[in-house]
């Protein structure tokens, strides 16, 4: 298991969060890879009480429009437990069709994983990665790409062994972290990985889709009171690359831990 504390902060926490945590001090991170034992790939990833089981399924197919293309995919199914809220939620499935922040989300996870999947060298076959949520508090979206990048990646590592592909189809790291302006609007304070107390009253809200090397996958921001301007968007973008080091590193950790483990 991959348990690594933040890189930067205060130890001691900061009086302005109600975590007590320091602005650029993300909530413990925990990568725990073979939780679905059937599964290609597969890991719990817990950032605080957020906790998202990620697992990859392989399948010898891409859909009608990829045919003959000699193209893979990687696409992405989202959901959340009935509890994982702290009231219940009706399963979806019971309604009959999924709402447009569950469509929305997984989307967003696929985009995220192709941007870094190298699709002829995948060949025709297609991975989904079913993310679902046990515990919600806040960065569920996130906590699902970043997790769901380390069962991928266990995956196509499983392909190799088989010697169904060649090499992992991987040209690089890719992860996400929620940042925000929290506080008064006249004082406000940029700070990294907000959980659900943080997240339901920020005034401003930033989801941060980053790779290893520097690039933009994707930003979603939202002014939730009045309109932020280019130097606090700068400072959450500054706390967004630092939390990522942190959780690319425990990435790592995870795929080389698990690689190192006995075949069972």
Known sequence: MSRLMPASGSASGHAGRPSGRAPDQIRKVSIEPGFAHHAEGSVLIRMGGTEVLCAASVEPRVPPFLRNQGLGWVTAEYGMLPRATHTRGSREAAKGK???RTQEIQRLIGRSLRAVVDRK???EMTITLDCDVLNADGGTRCASITGAWVALNLALARLVRQKVIAAVPLTGQ???ISCGLVGSWGAATAVADLDYDEDSAAIAD???VLTQGGGI???QATAEQAPFNDVQFGDLMRLARLGTETLFAAQREAV???LEAPAT
Do not use: D, T
């Open 98 to 100: 999924q709402s447009g």
């Open 121 to 123: 060298a995948l060949g």
């Open 174 to 176: 890719v992860a996400a």
């Open 206 to 208: 930033a989801n941060f």
């Open 217 to 219: 996958v994707e930003i």
């Open 256 to 258: 080389a831990r698990a």
